[in-house]
């Protein structure tokens, strides 16, 4: 991103800020501040918060030990003022007199709780909010430039399903295949793995199994859902489901309906199509298959700079579709004791349709055992 | 840790919830989790809550999606009751039905305040106050296993530290040490480098430097400041100070009034004394060398499951040592534009004084360039 990209983005922060009659937006180490300023701070106790005002300068109120690093991010481009504080100092009095808030202020979505009831104190009479509906409303809409970055995610991510049908084999542990994928996630193109579900025969059955002891057996369906950030900070996701010889007949006839729920929610996907109905898409097509009642998830949710954000592809979201949303299609299987399977792309609604990112096959991958 | 171990810790947060007239404690994924139950739980926008009611059986409310994945973490053996929620529920209304409270909760410090705002709007007229002055004095006095557990973070930084000098040449830069000081955090017995500072010559002088493009020259100092957390979710944090070749008369005189500060406060650790006078006794040593100035930071944090935690050993901080206390003594100097230098370990309050957990020798460690 350029210095450019984040001055836009704090004056459109200061605007939606005014609209939704906020004091202050208050933006603590995380996401949200990464995506404002730039700056990828570490969240630790020590109070970092960045305060717009309608109609002010962006303040950035740092340990005082923090300033060159703070300097030395894309912050220190934009030429908004840094306070900072020694250590003995009261940061919140700080924040609270530089805010001036006399109504309502506007904490970031991630903010600590030890922080968002300190602010409330140093701020007696001042309600509290979350800041999402303004950063949010901003971060699920993404620029052409985030949507590269998440290519080039989605690419990494890719290169890695290429990889795992050499990584199973019989006795192997999941663990075993965890810690391959975790170094090919970083070799491939991310600095950092965020999470690895390895789930190799009943363990398929818990969406959100990660990796256990469990060997790989010959007929065992594996579910393999893996993602990392990358150095922009953007976020890859991607499942593909693996089989280590045939898993059976009555295997393969529900992954071929999962493989057609998870592309009639990718087809439903243009503007102005409620999150709601992709959801619907996805279930309709399993319910009809029988196999409703083991879809136990939502279709799927945002990512950008973190795996989950809005929005989320859920019924009960009647939000519509834009262009530049990037989320996650993925429906999925669960049979307790038995087996699971999903089947995972990112998309970006496009102007006539969805913009699949990720290049798999999607088909059930099976390896000789 | 033992399914003991967190049974014993759920009592006593409990009884100690009664006394702080807390009507329950509501906790979230982080450390304070991992803590009381085991359950090391990804911190996602999905509602999960652990409820602990003075007199009456802990809940935990999960999705329903990862109601598998927390019967198999050691809260599974705990028979802790599990409530479950759908995708279309509301769980913020179902945390307040089972913490069922009238006038005060607390909710865990790192509780994002997008769940923070959802229970106090879910709870109306409810106060919130931190959980901290309950889990933190459990956290923050180390048991004997916690104790062996920090010791194995010790050593597994002790031996990255050993390899560091073979990485140190003139023209690398701090990124390539960087990236092989994450694979030695990681083949040494991490399960993940937390963070890598590698801050040669000028660099050295902003303590929270990370990595830059810099190449090593002859005569620079160079601040390595790492970290990792273990399998058993206990961190390590070690710095020591390297010079390529030599960095000049006024550089060693300084170090050495460095080490001289370093080694008074870690003889000022026992029970009983205050934090600050730990703080105090690495602050006057270099005050009295004439380098006051230039140690812009409190002297230690405590450490467990996180890097950062209580107790802090800051000016202000009257709090007595007690046996078990777990917290790094880390003075530094940091010069603007010139050099710096630290020196850390982890200490734990013994009976007669501090256990150093580090082992690698704090001389300023002099590499032939």
């Given amino acids: ?63 005082a030990l923090e300033r060159a690093a703070a300097e030395a991010s894309p912050a220190g481009a934009l030429g908004i003022d840094i306070a900072t504080w020694g250590e003995t100092d009261d940061p919140y009095a700080l924040v609270a007199s530089i805010a001036n808030a006399s109504r309502r202020v506007a904490v970031d979505d991630h903010m600590w709780a030890a922080k968002v009831l300190g602010l409330r104190d140093a701020m007696p009479g001042v309600d509290q909010v979350t800041a999402g509906r303004v950063v949010n409303e901003m971060r699920m809409r993404k620029s052409p430039h985030e949507v590269q970055a998440l290519q080039a995610a989605a690419d990494a991510i890719d290169r890695v399903h290429a990889a795992v049908p050499g990584l199973l084999c019989r006795g192997r542990s999941e663990q075993e295949i965890g810690r391959d994928i975790a ?14 579900i390895v789930a190799s025969g009943p363990n ?14 010959v007929g065992d369906a594996i579910v393999v859902d893996i993602g990392g950030t990358t150095d922009q900070g953007y976020c890859s996701d991607e499942t593909r489901t693996y089989a280590l010889g045939d898993p059976g007949d009555e ?11 998870q592309a009639a929610a990718t ?22 298959a029988g196999l409703g009642e083991y879809f136990i998830h939502r279709t799927g949710h945002g990512i950008g700079l973190q795996t989950h954000e809005e929005p989320y592809i859920v019924a009960g979201n009647v939000r519509p579709l834009e262009p530049g949303m990037a989320f996650s299609i993925e429906p999925g299987f669960y049979v307790p004791g038995r087996f699971g399977a999903r089947i995972e792309d990112i998309v970006v609604c496009g102007p006539d349709g969805a913009q699949v990112l990720n290049a798999r096959p999607r088909d059930l991958v099976m390896v000789e055992p």
């Fill in 1 to 63: 991103m350029l210095t450019c990209d984040f001055a836009e983005r704090l004056a459109v922060a200061s605007v939606a800020a005014e609209q939704a009659q906020f004091d202050a937006v208050l933006v603590t180490p995380g996401p949200d501040l990464r995506y404002l300023i730039g700056y990828d701070a570490v969240p630790l106790e020590r109070l970092t918060c960045l305060v717009i005002r309608p109609g002010g300068t962006p303040v950035l109120v740092a340990p």
């Fill in 183 to 196: 170094e090919l996630i970083v070799s491939e193109g991310h600095v950092r793995a965020d999470f690895i």
């Fill in 204 to 217: 398929g059955a818990s969406p959100h199994h990660e990796v256990s002891g469990r060997r790989l057996q």
């Fill in 251 to 261: 295997y393969r006839a529900a992954y071929a309906a999962l493989q057609a729920s």
């Fill in 267 to 288: 087809k439903a996907v243009r503007p102005g199509v409620p999150c709601e109905t992709i959801d619907d898409a996805a279930r309709t097509s399993l319910v009809d």
